[in-house]
């Protein structure tokens, strides 16, 4: 793939990426308690390194990844399936949704779930088949 030499499109890209992925974290904790989440902010991240693709060059992009996205996408689907075992483990079905409450003060108690896991491993999952399909093309 060839790289544009526009410098307006790499200065935009150099600032637009980070944004991208900030945006995509959001997305990703946000979707814990409404619609979205993993999947979104997968696609929203993959989106950042496609520009950083077009942008720069694909080395660069792959450089700034610092995985493989195969990888990334096992990772994710075996993150994704291990938040479903663990409610097996409980004797619950399949992915049920299990909760941790720690105080953090009086007024105040985090909630953790398998769902935010389940989240997280699609979003990894998604940016590596994204990005899985991207670099190949990029790659023509």
Same mark, same amino acid.
């Given at each position: 793939?060839?790289?544009?030499?526009?410098? $307006?499109? @790499?200065?935009?890209?150099?600032?637009?990426?980070?944004?991208?992925?900030?945006?995509?974290?959001? +997305? +990703?904790?946000?979707?814990?308690?409404? %619609?979205? /989440? /993993?999947?979104?902010?997968?696609?929203?991240?993959?989106?950042?390194?496609?520009?950083? *693709?077009?942008?720069?060059?694909?080395?660069?992009?792959? @450089?700034?990844? @610092?995985? @493989?996205?195969?990888?990334?996408?096992?990772?994710? $689907?075996?993150?994704?399936?291990?938040? /479903?075992?663990?409610?097996? +483990?409980? /004797?619950?079905? &399949?992915?049920?949704?299990?909760?941790?409450?720690? %105080?953090? *003060?009086?007024? +105040?108690?985090?909630?953790?779930?398998? %769902?935010?896991? &389940?989240?997280?491993?699609?979003?990894?999952?998604? $940016?590596?088949?994204?990005?899985?399909?991207?670099?190949?093309?990029?790659?023509?």
């Amino acid at each position: 793939m060839t790289t544009l030499a526009s410098i $307006i499109l @790499r200065t935009a890209v150099r600032w637009i990426s980070p944004l991208l992925l900030l945006f995509s974290l959001f +997305l +990703l904790l946000r979707g814990h308690h409404e %619609p979205g /989440g /993993g999947f979104g902010g997968g696609l929203v991240a993959a989106t950042a390194f496609a520009l950083l *693709t077009f942008g720069y060059d694909l080395s660069t992009a792959k @450089r700034l990844l @610092r995985i @493989r996205p195969l990888t990334l996408t096992a990772l994710g $689907i075996a993150v994704a399936l291990a938040s /479903g075992l663990l409610s097996l +483990l409980l /004797g619950d079905p &399949f992915l049920t949704g299990l909760w941790l409450k720690i %105080p953090v *003060t009086t007024a +105040l108690t985090l909630e953790l779930g398998s %769902p935010v896991l &389940f989240d997280i491993g699609v979003y990894l999952a998604v $940016i590596g088949a994204t990005l899985t399909m991207l670099f190949e093309f990029a790659k023509e």
